[in-house]
């Protein structure tokens, strides 16, 4: 697989695991990183032997702590709006990809951090995270789509108060609010995130990947959800996995998907 600056990947029984590593800047978001995310999504797309993804980041204090403020300080109206445009882009990759994509939150998911936890399908937190979007203390907004991924996950009023404060979250928070779906123990949670990923893997690729569609097309105004939940289901009932999977059912044994 590619090599990286400030990723660290690991293919292990199907799942890829992309770890930021940043330490030293409590594995904050430069651009380089974000393109680098991009990069290893692709590959990921690309590699048959990858059936989901986790992302985590090093060390025990941050999944990632934000945006870094150094290379930030510089932007204007017209780099901003490319910045922000092309961090939308990456994180739709992951938020759209066929493949199931699980973050493994270690601690801090602050601004850009939070971010891409929400563009993850699945989150799961250690008992130490702790999730905000700051931006608003730096005069900014969430620009990698946290606006729109904070509304839909904890409702109108919550992401309003979330982002125009700036305050932080616990984990158990998040978890009453509907942003994490598990909250573990710090030793616990990469385990919890490749059982909850080694169950989704073991089910029909396409199957999966259409359910991911036909959730994001609920939150689409150009697209109507239960339409393309129809067109999708219709598709599944047409694959080579649909019909692996009935009359594995029948004959009461394992499955062997394809993934068309």
């Not at 996950?153 to 998040?174: C, F």
């Amino acid at each position: 697989m590619m090599t990286f600056n400030n990723l660290k990947l690991d293919l292990e029984g199907g799942i890829l695991t992309i770890t930021i590593s940043r330490v030293s800047k409590l594995n904050a978001l430069n651009t380089e990183t974000v393109e680098e995310i991009g990069a290893a999504m692709q590959e990921a797309f690309d590699n048959d032997d990858v059936r989901g993804i986790i992302f985590t980041g090093e060390g025990d204090k941050a999944f990632v702590a934000g945006a870094d403020i150094a290379e930030i300080t510089n932007l204007n109206e017209v780099v901003g709006r490319r910045f922000s445009e092309r961090g939308q882009d990456i994180f739709s990759m992951i938020e759209e990809s066929p493949k199931p994509v699980i973050a493994a939150i270690n601690g801090f998911a602050l601004g850009g951090g939070c971010e891409l936890a929400m563009a993850c399908h699945i989150r799961i937190a250690s008992e130490n995270a702790q999730f905000g979007q700051p931006e608003v203390k730096l005069g900014l907004i969430p620009g990698y789509g946290g606006t729109q991924r904070l509304t839909q996950l904890v409702g109108k009023g919550k992401a309003m108060e979330l982002m125009m404060t700036g305050d932080m979250i616990s984990a158990q928070e998040a978890l009453r609010l509907r942003l994490v779906n598990h909250v573990t123990t710090f030793a616990d949670l990469m385990y919890k995130t490749r059982e909850i990923m080694g169950k989704i893997i073991t089910k029909a690729p396409l199957a999966v990947g259409l359910i991911v569609d036909c959730v994001n097309a609920w939150y689409d105004k150009e697209e109507h959800g239960y339409q393309t939940e129809a067109n999708s289901f219709s598709r599944c009932c047409g694959s080579e996995d649909f019909l692996e999977g009935t009359h594995a059912f029948l004959e009461k044994r394992k499955p062997n998907f394809q993934g068309y």
